[in-house]
């Protein structure tokens, strides 16, 4: 029997992961981990793609490894390790650039939008072969299944365009992979600007929960999250953005059902189940946060782990990549 494999990777472009990564992707790689075989990378490369500190990169791959351990990765369970570790991801990242068009790659929306947003002379080649390295971090283990949120959805086309390209010019060599769509993914917004994601590059910090926030804070920030001028506690997305995102992250971290929580505060106000929810959001947050400052008083043992998981990673990713090299003729 062969258990399917997973990938998936956030930056470490932080300090801090934020309710969205927690409640969007954390949660599901935690559960990912009891049917199948998930590789979960700190994808540093893809994080020096916009200007990082070095000395805040270094601490941001700790804070962030430490947060996914808190949050319930188990390296049992879980390939677990740093992109840069591993050199494999590189070197596979250039053959597939080679069979990748320029046009194909210029299509790509999100780097469109960011070069739209920077112009052209301050968007780097890096942020243009962005997807073809996503492209060699997935196909170097033979990854079965891949979460995407919809911001990625194109991002794992061209992945699996050009694993079908090089299977064709040079034979069977990639697994083609396929998007993994959890059943009930949560995508939480900004809380003040509820028709904006929440984003580590949110306009307002106020909008932003922190996993590493001091739980009063996290308790102001939702109790001053934006609702409407009703006072009907009612999920409705496109004309209550607010109050429906607060719905959304309660039913996210409780399991309750949206329809449940109408129920349950019917005539009751804002206040109320603004209250309630910072309770529910900053018990499920106040371990984690105690987790991780725990794990981040032991570095060694936190460099220890991922040089463990970059051993196995390398070993998986060496085997595909002298595949493909023998294929392509090196
Ligand atoms: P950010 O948008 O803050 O830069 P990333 O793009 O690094 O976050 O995303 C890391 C992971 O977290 C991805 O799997 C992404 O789909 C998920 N994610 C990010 N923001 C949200 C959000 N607001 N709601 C749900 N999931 C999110
Ligand atoms: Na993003």
Same mark, same amino acid.
């Given at each position: #029997? ?11 472009? %932080?300090? %801090? ?16 981990? /009891? ?13 020096? +793609?916009?200007?990082? /500190? ?6 941001? =791959? ?10 319930? =990765? ?8 740093? &992109? ?5 991801? #590189? ?17 790509? +929306? ?18 243009? #072969? ?15 299944? @891949? ?6 959805? &194109? ?17 069977? #060599? ?18 003040? !600007? ?6 580590? %590059? ?15 804070? +996290? ?12 006072? !009907? ?38 206040? /109320? ?7 529910? @959001? *900053? ?10 400052? !725990? ?12 040089? *463990? ?22």
């Amino acid at each position: #029997t062969t258990t399917p494999i997973v990938f998936s990777g956030m930056q470490p472009s %932080s300090d %801090s992961l934020h309710l969205g990564n927690y409640l969007g992707a954390l949660v599901n790689w935690v559960a990912l981990q /009891d049917e199948y075989d998930p590789i979960y990378c700190v994808v540093d490369l893809h994080a020096i +793609t916009v200007a990082q /500190d070095p000395k805040a990169l270094h601490d941001n =791959v700790r804070r962030t490894t430490a947060q996914y351990l808190a949050a319930g =990765v188990d390296v049992e369970r879980s390939t677990l390790f740093v &992109q840069s570790h591993v050199p494999a991801h #590189t070197e596979l990242a250039w053959v597939l650039g080679t069979m990748t068009g320029f046009g194909e790659a210029s299509r790509m +929306t999100q780097f469109k939008d960011k070069s739209a947003r920077h112009g052209t002379d301050a968007t780097t080649v890096g942020l243009f #072969t962005y997807p073809v390295l996503m492209a060699a971090d997935i196909l170097l283990y033979g990854t079965d299944l @891949v979460p995407v949120g919809d911001d990625q959805r &194109q991002h794992l086309e061209l992945t699996r365009d050009l694993a079908g390209r090089f299977n064709s010019r040079y034979g069977d #060599t990639f697994v083609v992979p396929e998007a993994l769509i959890p059943k009930e993914s949560a995508r939480i917004y900004d809380l003040q !600007e509820p028709e904006a994601k929440m984003s580590k %590059s949110s306009a307002s910090e106020a909008g932003l929960v922190k996993l590493m926030d001091d739980p009063a804070i +996290t308790a102001k920030k939702i109790k001053s999250a934006v609702t409407d001028t009703e006072r !009907e506690v009612r999920y409705e997305p496109h004309t209550k953005p607010g109050i429906s995102n607060l719905l959304d992250i309660y039913a996210a971290t409780t399991g309750d059902s949206i329809a449940e929580l109408e129920a349950r505060y019917a005539g009751r106000g804002y206040g /109320d189940f603004k209250k309630d929810l910072a309770e529910v @959001v *900053v018990d499920r947050l106040t371990p984690i946060r105690a987790r991780t400052l !725990e794990l981040l008083e032991d570095p060694a043992e936190l460099d220890r782990l991922l040089a *463990v998981g970059a051993e196995r990673a390398s070993e998986r990713a060496e085997r595909i990549l002298r595949e493909v090299y023998d294929r392509v003729g090196f």
